[in-house]
């Protein structure tokens, strides 16, 4: 089974909008942390944003939040004020305990468009 | 600029020739990491080090070798490569594997193999 699922392949959004970039995840692991990731087309993996399993607040970075509904298992990133830099795919990742190698898994990514 | 650094940037190589990815951060991290990523596909976790020693072999072909001759650098060694090894390389550096700090990624080896 998959562990994390990016449901929208693309998205577009008019620049100066609010976007938001689905995630869900399966674990059993009590402790884990999501990530959100952001992959230019000149392919450097840019770090945006972390939530851990046990946080109570969802994690904010500048443009970035991470809504995050643990009952539900999605962990879904909200860019604001979308700027046209911000064409580009999207990753969610989840990092699973001890018990699974303390690796990072990876969604199959969003490619996220800004129109002018 | 990212704080791991990738070389080369593009490599061409034959499937006889050898070569090899380097990687260096200089953050004082003790993991580091080697992903494999297709075009549009998410990155695939190749091998694992944790303070300088193989954890995790992701049941990579022995034409590709690791090593990690300090705590700052790591290779990717690299012999009679297949046509379907052409991809994106990236490296990837944390404090610990089992660390909730991110991993940093350089921007990675784009490797075409003729």
């Known amino acids: 089974a998959q562990k994390i699922t990016q449901t929208q392949p693309g998205m577009f959004v008019q620049e100066k909008e609010a976007v938001t970039l689905d995630c869900t995840y399966d674990?059993?692991?009590?402790?884990?942390?999501l990530f959100w990731y952001k992959q230019p087309s000149s392919g450097e993996m840019i770090f945006l944003i972390y939530?851990?399993?046990?946080?109570?607040q969802n994690a904010t970075e500048g443009r970035y939040s991470l809504n995050f509904q643990k009952a539900r298992k999605s962990a879904n990133l909200v860019i604001s004020a979308s700027q046209l830099g911000d064409s580009a795919m999207y990753f969610c990742?989840?990092?699973?305990?001890?018990?699974?190698?303390?690796?990072?898994?990876f969604g199959a990514g969003t490619i996220l468009r800004v129109k002018s | 600029d990212t704080e791991v650094t990738q070389t080369p940037k593009h490599l061409v190589m034959g499937m006889t020739n050898k070569k090899s990815l380097k990687c260096e951060q200089h953050?004082?991290?003790?993991?580091m990491y080697w992903y494999k990523q297709k075009a549009k596909k998410p990155p695939e976790l190749m091998f694992v080090?944790?303070?300088?020693?193989?954890?995790i072999n992701e049941s990579v072909p022995s034409r590709f070798s690791p090593e990690c001759p300090n705590s700052s650098l790591l290779n990717l060694h690299l012999h009679a490569l297949q046509p379907e090894d052409s991809a994106l390389y990236l490296c990837?550096?944390?404090?610990?594997?089992?660390?909730?700090?991110?991993?940093?990624f350089g921007d990675g080896t784009r490797l075409s193999i003729l």
């Open positions: 990837a550096s944390s404090q610990a594997t089992d660390s909730n700090q991110p991993q940093h």
């Open positions: 674990t059993s692991d009590q402790s884990y942390g």
């Open positions: 939530q851990g399993s046990y946080d109570e």
């Open positions: 990742a989840m990092r699973e305990g001890e018990e699974y190698g303390n690796k990072l898994v």
């Open positions: 953050m004082g991290h003790r993991a």
């Open positions: 080090y944790s303070y300088e020693k193989l954890s």
